[in-house]
């Protein structure tokens, strides 16, 4: 392996261990916080840009390894994010409940994706390891994400109701 690409293998992982501290910050930091619909899903429409990288052929991957890297991350690594994103209501604010498992996670998922990313690297170019690494990062997004919404929307019915019964509009057990 050349300088240059150790330089950019060192960039690279380097850059992923940097967002990965990133996200880390920003989710504990968003505790503090009330979350709406839209902090929830604008993260996986902003990745969307990430897409533009497959029209430079040097990331050009078969079609079965972009669909196994995102499967991978849809059903394998999104599943302890999910696991770990619940909301509550504070002061008639919905927030993220704050998971210390949540930070071990995302630091066992990085991790795992150094491991990988070295093991990939070996058979494929850099580019193509790129891409299948964006497809397996995507694919766990937006599972992850949109249980966010459905759980979301789930605490803000049950604060509603909770209002509306306290508000006397709305009786306990539904007549026939």
């Not at 380097?14 to 920003?26: F, K, S, T």
């Not at 969307?48 to 669909?67: D, E, K, N």
């Amino acid at each position: 392996m050349g300088h240059a690409a150790l330089n950019i293998q060192t960039t690279a992982t380097l850059g992923a261990v940097l967002m990965a501290l990133m996200v880390i910050a920003i989710r504990l930091r968003a505790a503090n916080r009330p979350t709406s619909i839209k902090k929830i899903v604008l993260p996986p429409l902003g990745m969307t840009t990430g897409f533009l990288m497959f029209l430079f052929p040097q990331t050009h991957i078969p079609v079965s390894w972009g669909i196994g890297a995102f499967a991978a991350g849809a059903l394998f690594l999104s599943y302890p994010l999910i696991r770990t994103s619940k909301f509550q209501i504070i002061e008639g604010q919905i927030y993220l409940k704050r998971s210390k498992a949540f930070v071990l996670i995302l630091l066992g998922l990085l991790a795992v994706r150094l491991l990988l990313h070295s093991y990939v690297e070996h058979y494929i170019t850099l580019p193509q390891t790129g891409a299948v690494f964006f497809l397996l990062a995507y694919g766990m997004i937006v599972p992850w994400r949109v249980a966010m919404v459905i759980e979301y929307r789930k605490t803000e019915e049950q604060w509603n109701r909770y209002r509306r019964l306290k508000e006397g509009g709305e009786r306990a057990l539904p007549e026939d």
